[in-house]
């Protein structure tokens, strides 16, 4: 099945609902992935999120909450990895899941200080120990069972017309499709023309002429290379990682080689690219 999101009206129902309500909602893919809808997290997130432990621990706690739903409808409620209060619930074409709306990043009304002492120690991996992300934990907004459940209940609702504008969508994947859509989603692996064949049944000769259809008359080769710059751009814009953290988690071990890269690709270094973006965020892709 091939699932196709749209962005632009997603992101902006979204901002709506933020605006609206001040609490983050998201959408991730069937394998709890963020599609990158949403930017406006808490200053807790934001400083687990900046360091490569973090955001992996962050990563890894989407897709755990996504293959642990087992509520028989609605949101299942939770802790992610750092003890903070989440929502999941998925988005249903039939009997599959097409994506998952989330919201989370509160706290719920019990004593502040008990829900810091329940954190704690799931920080300790934290550099500098749990204390130094205690201010940016007590800023969680609190809300009562009457708030969440009035908040689940207006979501609800939101799904119903997401899934009625048909603003996520699902087709028979041509093998194109299937070729783009498995780089999307292990291009941070070890890749070669071998693994990809075995992966998606296709032959090796059918994969080179598929690889440069979809890249242009480039070679499988560079068109991973391509995927993985492309999400070496979005973290660079997005965080504080270390362009070597950045490196490894696009699937490129060697700093050196991924400099090299990045640069053909771009016709800069990724440093610079950090620093032109954040000087000009909107001319500089």
């Known amino acids: 099945m091939n699932i196709f999101f749209d962005q632009e009206q997603l992101m902006q129902l979204l901002a709506n609902l933020y605006v609206f309500t001040g609490m983050a909602a998201n959408i991730l893919d069937p394998q709890g992935r963020d599609i990158n809808l949403f930017e406006g997290h808490p200053p807790f997130c934001r400083a687990v999120n900046a360091l490569p432990e973090g955001h992996r621990r962050c990563v890894d706690c989407d897709a755990w909450k996504v293959r642990s739903y087992s509520a028989a409808r609605g949101f299942q409620?939770?802790?992610?990895?750092?003890?903070?209060?989440?929502a999941v619930m998925p988005l249903f074409d039939k009997n599959h899941p097409l994506a998952y709306l989330v919201f989370g990043c509160f706290l719920d009304e019990s004593p502040m200080e008990e829900q810091w002492a329940r954190s704690r120690p799931l920080l300790e991996w934290y550099p500098g120990g749990p204390e130094a992300l205690k201010d940016a934990f007590f800023q969680f907004r609190q809300y009562s069972p009457a708030e969440l459940k009035a908040y689940s209940e207006l979501l609800e609702a939101l799904a119903a017309y997401i899934q009625l504008k048909g603003m996520i969508l699902t087709t028979e994947k041509t093998d194109l499709q299937k070729l783009e859509l498995y780089?999307?989603?292990h291009y941070m692996e070890?890749?070669?023309?071998?693994?990809?064949?075995?992966?998606?049944?296709?032959g090796r000769t059918k994969l080179c002429r598929l690889a440069k259809e979809l890249s242009g008359g480039q070679t499988l080769s560079?068109?991973?290379?391509q995927r993985r710059i492309e999400a070496a751009k979005t973290l660079l814009r997005q965080n504080d990682l270390p362009v070597s953290a950045v490196a490894e988690a696009v699937g490129?071990?060697?700093?050196?080689y991924f400099s090299r890269v990045f640069r053909s690709v771009t016709g800069t270094t990724p440093r610079n690219f950090r620093k032109k973006w954040r000087q000009e965020p909107n001319d500089f892709g």
């Open 77 to 86: 409620f939770y802790r992610c990895h750092a003890g903070v209060c989440e």
């Open 222 to 225: 560079f068109l991973i290379a």
């Open 183 to 185: 780089l999307d989603q």
């Open 190 to 202: 070890k890749l070669s023309l071998e693994t990809i064949s075995e992966a998606l049944h296709i």
């Open 252 to 256: 490129v071990s060697d700093y050196n």
